[in-house]
């Protein structure tokens, strides 16, 4: 079901309906990576203006795809400046995600101890992703946390969900390398 009609939607569409047809989730999410930083530099994919439109308030999720065939999620997300997430989880799928326009900083975390409804991550590098790159998370490595390290430029990146997602869990420090988990509902943005 395309959600919004743009120029190469076709292309995306099918180079993910081949990469989920793989028969493992590192098969399909290097096949991702490799196409969305294929069709990042392609000009023929142009995505739709208002992916390009930022909110004041938060990064704005605006989902382009949906898969009814396999059952996954494209999202585009744009992020004002410093706009970012706390630490979060991806609901134990896996994600390919995709630096459209501008730069973002994203710090893969890994969770290594829980005790007593906490929490314990360990930052894992922090990486400057520009346009035409892209990244994964696989469960159980599926914690970071993004941001927009701008102070004027908008940021765009497109996010591939195993399934569409609609809940996470956000972490927020709160001793140390100790966290506490809140259960979020995640909306998506209108398009238009
Ligand atoms: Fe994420």
């Known amino acids: 079901m395309l959600s919004l ?9 099918d180079a993910i309906d081949a990469a989920v047809a793989l028969p493992d989730p590192a098969a399909t999410t290097e096949s991702l990576r490799n196409a969305l930083c294929r069709l990042i530099r ?7 203006a208002c992916v390009f439109e930022r909110e004041d308030d938060h990064y704005a999720r605006r989902e382009l795809y949906r898969s009814e065939r396999h059952g996954y999620s494209v999202v585009a997300m744009t992020w004002g400046p410093r706009q970012g997430t706390p630490v ?3 609901a134990g799928q896996w994600c390919v995600e995709g630096v459209w326009q501008g730069t973002l900083e994203i710090t893969p975390f890994e969770l290594v101890e829980t005790r007593d409804g906490r929490y314990r991550f360990e930052p894992r590098g922090t990486m400057n992703a520009g346009p035409g790159s892209a990244g994964s998370l696989i469960p159980p490595h599926e914690y970071h946390a993004i941001q927009n390290p701008s102070d004027d430029a908008t940021a765009v990146s497109v996010h591939i969900y195993q399934r569409p997602l609609d809940a996470c869990c956000k972490f927020q420090p709160s001793d140390g390398n100790w966290y506490t988990r809140d259960e979020c509902q995640l909306a998506l943005d209108e398009t238009h």
């Open 88 to 90: 979060h989880d991806h």
């Open 42 to 48: 392609n000009p023929e994919v142009q995505l739709p």
């Open 5 to 13: 009609e743009f120029p190469g939607a076709r292309q995306l569409i």
